[in-house]
């Protein structure tokens, strides 16, 4: 039974290989998108951090600038300290970003000062400034950034000033952010957003010169990439499933970090994360359609399989239909083989009983015979005319029945195997000249034109002289026997290319198409020759037909009844 | 059928796991942190909760991913017992408050092969440790936040000269010399440079323990001093209220290190907002826990430096604050502590 679609894919095997193959189509997929995908965060990723590096690098090397100049200063004032105030003076002068400069004592007592006083401010409590004591320590550092009235962010920078390895006092100087500002716009494009933050996380500058207040300012060091730099130390690449987010605006980012030298600030590299991987959607699409191709694949693929299911089910049914047939065939085969042995073996019993009795029936009717031809000679008297007419009725009678003996026992001759050939190689053409000469008279007799037209150079062929003068005459008494007086009966002998050909046509009655079929068959006479009220055993034919295959050649019969007849035969030519 | 079956999701098995292992991204990582708390001293409660609260503020949530064993210790001699407790329960992390504490947990990780991570939150002198390298550097694996106590001890001695210019002998309780407290001896050494600039004798006054310090606080009073001063010395923080009750008796101005010690009735004070170092302290312990190694972290100076007033006590004794030292008052407390 052909399975129907939906039983067909509910079959284990179906569901097996589907979901293998699905399988595959998913684990193929995945095997070029996922690294395809990753290359485009990491090209991404790679550009955002050059813009970090060179954003870092400017503000580096502003700030830089800056540690320098005070360091320098310092080392100014540790050599000469009586000269502290014009070393302050100078180095504020010498740097617009430098507000104003202050030496100080442990204590915290200012020493010395240049540069503009803090608007609205007391006099710094440097004894309570963590940065001083930093310093202190020996550590120079940027502390921490704040808004001044005007919102410009400003941050102490402290230095030590050593003297003798000791730190007994240090440099403070005030130093306007505003310049970093500026470079971090000057870099920001209109895909790029940069923000800077301090060692808190508070976002000190921005791109688009927005300032967040730094008292109670909001931090971002909730973001996994601030504390990547901040808190770790590192460079955030943006690769991090985290290191996306949700900015101030609502916009989902990638972000990239890197740390700030000689601060413990960051800076941070914003992109919107669908224009920096404008890609993976070009990725995404072209996965789909190679995977609805793949669907499309497996869904033919799995059709053609359910289609050679239906052609493999239809061929078991077939092949147990043949192996049942075949199994009949061979039972019928067997069966017939037995009935066809049985005939055999009848055939054997009628032919032996043909050729007994005919060679039984022959002696006696030769002796018949003979009687009747004593008779006719004379020898026993003289008979009356009607006495005459009788025997010679009964010799012809006589005549018949031995020469349908004859070829009884030809036939039974021929069935048995017992009608020996003694081939020589030699020319028809004498044959031929033979039955002519002989067949003339009885042509003569009935009024019937007899011709003859052998072809002068006519190759030999190998054959029973004696079998093939059974043959000639046979078709030679025919043609005479089925033509009405006045017709004509031509024989003609010829070479045809490697064989030769010999034909003998009349102008008889013909045979009715219906009955061509059977004119080389045992005891075959036509109905029109049965009206035609002629002698005749029926076994002519069959014999012509017997002996000429028995040569190898082959024989052909045309006829078209009250036309004529033509009965070729061909043999091959000797070599 | 079955043995193509098996081959087949062998096959798909195979590829999976070899997916897995090129493709797939490890899960979250969801340690469970341990932090061991050892705390000599008084007046650091605001700290430990300072950073305990910025913990919880940087993911650790304590009962999820950590847990905190709090131990306030005064005996000297049980600091390192706890710290040995502590390494003996292998936790990820000491964080210590006082000198004598980081010192105890220091030798409580000395000899080890990997030694555990010891965060400050008050420490007078880093650099008295001989585990700490630099401030920038320590080198080992003890970090944290300096509490400058050491250093402004100048400071507070100034402020009592300020409050009193004519102010000629200043007491200073502080651990004996013996005991080997550095943070002790580094304020004994800075308060006496200070008191010679400033033109001030200094009486020393050394306490051998906790208990000893009431017994000082009395000798004290029996002196001719015109104040108090201490130290970054955590032994006689333990006993400030000795020292705060003869103070006001005496109507002495007592020169103190925290809020918390103001708040217990002493006059004024200069030192590190201890919430503050508290959150500066968890921040180093963060980084700590993400990997990083003490040894490569900065020590922190205390990002909010205050001075702190006793109104209060400052009516009881008499004394009238200066307008420009008022200026410089960040927080004033109106009554003393019960």
């Known amino acids: 039974m052909q399975p129907s679609v939906p039983t067909f894919f509910l079959r284990r095997r179906t569901i097996f290989v589907t979901a293998f193959f699905l399988a595959w189509l998913v684990i193929l997929e995945l095997v070029w998108v996922l690294p395809a995908l990753e290359r485009i965060k990491s090209a991404a990723s790679e550009l955002s951090l050059q813009m970090a590096e060179n954003a870092r690098a400017n503000v580096g090397f502003a700030l830089e600038g800056a540690f320098r100049s005070v360091e320098d200063a310092a080392l100014d004032i540790a050599l000469e300290p009586e000269r502290a105030d014009k070393v302050l003076t100078r180095l504020v002068e010498r740097n617009p970003a430098f507000v104003n400069g202050a030496l100080v004592d442990r204590n915290g007592t200012e020493l010395a000062r240049a540069g503009a006083a803090r608007d609205g401010a007391a006099s710094r409590e440097y004894a309570k400034m963590s940065t001083v004591y930093l310093a202190l320590a020996g550590t120079p550092n940027f502390g921490e950034v704040y808004a001044t009235p005007d919102g410009t962010p400003n941050a102490l920078l402290t230095v030590p000033v050593k003297a003798d390895g000791a730190v007994e006092r240090v440099l403070v100087v005030e130093v306007s952010l505003e310049s970093l500002g500026a470079i971090v716009q000057s870099l920001t494009g209109g895909r790029w957003n940069i923000y800077v933050t301090d060692g808190r996380g508070v976002v000190i500058i921005t791109s688009d010169g927005f300032i967040e207040p730094f008292v109670g300012g909001e931090t971002v060091l909730a973001r996994p990439v601030v504390q990547r730099v901040l808190v770790d130390g590192q460079v955030a690449d943006g690769l991090a499933a985290d290191d996306a987010y949700v900015d101030g605006r609502g916009k989902r980012v990638f972000a990239v970090g890197v740390p700030i030298p000689l601060t413990t600030w960051g800076l941070f590299v914003e992109r919107d994360e669908r224009e920096a991987f404008a890609e993976r959607t070009v990725v995404a699409l072209l996965a789909g359609m190679i995977f609805l191709l793949g669907l499309l694949a497996l869904a033919v693929a799995l059709w053609s399989y359910w289609r050679l299911s239906v052609l493999n089910e239809r061929l078991r049914e077939i092949l147990a239909e043949n192996e049942q047939a075949a199994k009949l065939l061979v039972a019928r085969d067997l069966e017939l083989n037995e009935k066809n042995a049985r005939l055999q073996e009848l055939d054997e019993m009628k032919s032996d009983f043909v050729s007994v009795a005919a060679h039984q029936l022959r002696t006696p009717i030769t002796g018949i015979r003979w009687s009747f031809y004593t008779l006719l000679d004379g020898s026993a008297g003289i008979l009356s005319p009607d006495q005459e007419k009788i025997v010679r009725d009964g010799m012809q009678v006589t005549v018949n029945a031995i020469e349908l003996i004859n070829d009884l026992l030809n036939v039974a001759r021929v069935e048995e195997g017992r009608f020996g050939y003694q081939m020589e190689k030699r020319s028809l053409a004498p044959l031929v000249e033979s039955a002519v000469q002989q067949a003339a008279a009885r042509a003569r007799e009935k009024g019937i034109t007899l011709t003859a037209d052998i072809a002068p150079e006519v190759p030999e062929a190998t054959f029973d002289r004696e079998k093939m003068a059974i043959v000639i005459d046979n078709l030679l008494e025919n043609a005479i026997k089925y033509t009405p007086p006045g017709g004509r009966v031509t024989m003609s002998l010829a070479g045809e290319g490697a064989r030769v050909r010999f034909s003998v046509s009349d102008t008889g009655i013909g045979i009715p198409k219906a009955e061509l079929r059977k004119v080389f068959t045992k005891f075959f006479r036509a109905d029109n020759a049965m009206l035609f009220q002629t002698t005749g055993t029926g076994l002519g034919l069959y014999m012509v037909k017997n002996i000429i295959e028995k040569h190898g050649g082959e024989v052909m019969l045309e006829s078209e009844e009250r036309k004529g007849t033509t009965v070729t035969f061909t043999l091959p030519a000797a070599p | ?338």
């Open chain 2, 1 to 338: 059928m079955n043995r193509i079956l098996i081959f087949a999701l062998g096959i798909l098995g195979v590829v999976f796991v070899v997916y897995y292992a090129l493709f797939a991204r490890p899960a979250a990582d969801a340690a469970q942190y341990r932090i061991g708390i050892l705390v000599r001293g008084a007046g650091y409660e605001a700290a430990v909760e300072g950073f305990t609260e910025r913990m919880t503020e940087l993911g650790y949530v304590e009962g999820e991913n950590i847990a905190y064993d709090i131990q306030f210790v005064s005996d000297r001699e049980k600091l390192r017992e706890t710290a040995d407790q502590f390494v003996a329960a292998d936790v990820d992390l000491i964080h210590v408050y006082s000198t004598p504490a980081t010192e105890a947990a220091y030798e409580a990780t000395e000899g080890m092969t990997d030694p555990t991570p010891i965060v400050f939150g008050s420490m007078g002198d880093p650099l008295l440790l001989p585990a700490i390298e630099s401030i920038d550097r320590p080198g080992g694996n003890v970090t944290g936040v300096a509490s400058l106590s050491t250093e402004l001890t100048a400071r507070r001695l100034a402020l009592l000269k300020e409050l009193d210019p004519g102010i000629a002998r200043v007491a200073m309780p502080h651990t004996a010399r013996e005991a080997g407290d550095l943070a002790a001896n580094q304020s004994v050494e800075i308060a006496r440079e200070a008191a010679e600039e400033l033109g001030i004798e200094l009486v020393l006054f050394p306490v051998a323990s906790q208990a000893d310090n009431a017994a000082v606080a009395t000798r004290i009073t029996a002196e001719d001093v015109d104040g108090i001063v201490v130290g970054g010395d955590s032994l006689v923080w333990n006993g400030l209220a000795s020292y705060v009750e003869q103070a006001i008796t005496e109507k002495l101005p007592l020169a103190v290190f925290s809020v918390t010690q103001v708040e217990q009735g002493a006059l004024i004070g200069i030192g590190p907002d201890y919430a503050i170092s508290g959150r500066q302290s968890a921040d180093i312990a963060n980084k700590i826990l993400r990997g990083g190694y003490p040894g490569d972290i900065p020590i922190a100076i205390p990002e909010k430096i205050v001075l702190v007033l006793n109104a209060d006590t400052a009516q009881k004794i008499g004394i009238t604050i200066p307008p420009t030292l008022m200026e410089q008052v960040d927080l004033v407390v109106d009554r003393a502590s019960p």
